[in-house]
T-cell receptor, first 116, second 112 residues
Framework: NAGVTQTPKFQVLKTGQSMTLQCAQD?????MSWYRQDPGMGLRLIHY???????DQGEVPNGYNVSRSTTEDFPLRLLSAAPSQTSVYFC???????????????FGPGTRLTVL | TQLLEQSPQFLSIQEGENLTVYCNSS?????LQWYRQEPGEGPVLLVT?????EVKKLKRLTFQFGDARKDSSLHITAAQPGDTGLYLC????????????FGRGTSLIVHP
């Protein structure tokens, strides 16, 4: 199993550009989520999904869109990049949406995004 | 939003020393997890505690969940350079809420 994979690993954007961060998992996990990590801020939840076709907002959803057309994939779209979106983005998955509070969350290696 | 306060924010110690990291909240959590994150990588789960007063040991690491399920601690005995990393606690709310809240983390450096 590859676990949780994320692409790209690094990305530089100009203000106003759009892009999609890819996330895939091969563990047949129901629950997937996106976090951003900024220095001194810990991990903040952007969006999450409890299964294919179901998504919901987290703590900091503004400026980001998600969709979940398959169990495996959970892409994060930046509609119009802003310097405030410079961050490290992590995708995570866990087995069961009803037990995710005690389930192990498996994190991807992260995407380091810089918006100029 | 349930807040988790971690302390200290930074810790720099010598190999062989003991240390304790704290995770505190005014809210009750149904479970609490500790993760370790190494530079350039995603967090990796160390332990999950679910019962008030629970103590779990993982080699030189000892995790404790407070009796009231509002706080937790991580104690490392005889720290080694390989323990270097960011330690994050994450709590899930009462009622089985599966949306975890992460603390801001404790950055630990263990010097050889």
């Amino acid at each position: 199993n590859a676990g949780v994979t994320q692409t790209p690993k690094f990305q530089v954007l100009k203000t106003g550009q759009s892009m999609t961060l890819q996330c895939a998992q091969d563990m047949n996990h129901e629950y997937m989520s996106w976090y951003r990590q900024d220095p001194g801020m810990g991990l903040r939840l952007i969006h999450y999904s409890v299964g294919a076709g179901i998504t919901d907002q987290g703590e900091v959803p503004n400026g980001y869109n998600v969709s979940r057309s398959t169990t495996e994939d959970f892409p994060l779209r930046l509609l119009s990049a802003a310097p405030s979106q410079t961050s490290v983005y992590f995708c995570a998955s866990s087995y069961s949406r009803t037990r995710a509070s005690t389930d192990t969350q498996y994190f991807g290696p992260g995407t380091r995004l810089t918006v100029l | 939003t349930q807040l988790l306060e971690q302390s200290p924010q930074f810790l720099s110690i010598q190999e062989g020393e003991n240390l304790t990291v704290y995770c505190n909240s005014s809210s009750v959590f149904s479970s609490l997890q500790w993760y370790r994150q190494e530079p350039g990588e995603g967090p990796v789960l160390l332990v999950t505690v679910v019962t008030g007063g629970e103590v779990k040991k993982l080699k030189r690491l000892t995790f404790q969940f407070g009796d009231a399920r509002k706080d937790s601690s991580l104690h490392i005995t005889a720290a080694q350079p390989g323990d270097t990393g960011l330690y994050l606690c994450a709590g899930a709310g009462p009622g089985g809420s599966y949306i975890p809240t992460f603390g801001r983390g404790t950055s630990l450096i263990v010097h050889p």
